[in-house]
Nanobody, 114 residues
Framework: QVQLVESGGGLVQAGGSLRLSCTASVNMYSMGWYRQAPGKERELVAMINRSRATSYGDSVKGRFIISRNSVGTAVNLQMNSLKPEDTAVYYC???????????WGQGTQVTVSS
């Protein structure tokens, strides 16, 4: 069974940076991050696939950068110019193969103070 383990997150002031990491128990076709703020739906932050094609949510474009290791077992999310509205629980997510259901991590809290 695929497992995703997240690290990073925490409290940062607006304008600061944080780095999230996620490690998978198997080689993944795609990995990335979603987030969910209180009272809001879960939304895409960034994803990267085996070909290193990336997709970003509109609200983080130009500020966040996603990268993965060469074997597809880890991703990093570099978050720059953080804003209070980036405050949310961030979930690592991925698919082991294209047709597989999404596997979710346990979530990590990111809080940006103004």
């Amino acid at each position: 069974q695929v497992q995703l383990v997240e690290s990073g997150g925490g409290l940062v002031q607006a304008g600061g940076s944080l780095r999230l990491s996620c490690t998978a128990s198997v080689n993944m076709y795609s990995m990335g991050w979603y987030r969910q703020a209180p009272g809001k739906e879960r939304e895409l932050v960034a994803m990267i696939n085996r070909s290193r094609a990336t997709s970003y949510g509109d609200s983080v474009k130009g500020r966040f950068i996603i990268s993965r290791n060469s074997v597809g077992t880890a991703v990093n999310l570099q978050m720059n110019s953080l804003k209070p509205e980036d405050t949310a629980v961030y979930y690592c997510a991925g698919r082991s193969i294209l047709s597989a259901p999404i596997t979710w991590g346990q979530g990590t809290q990111v809080t940006v103070s103004s």
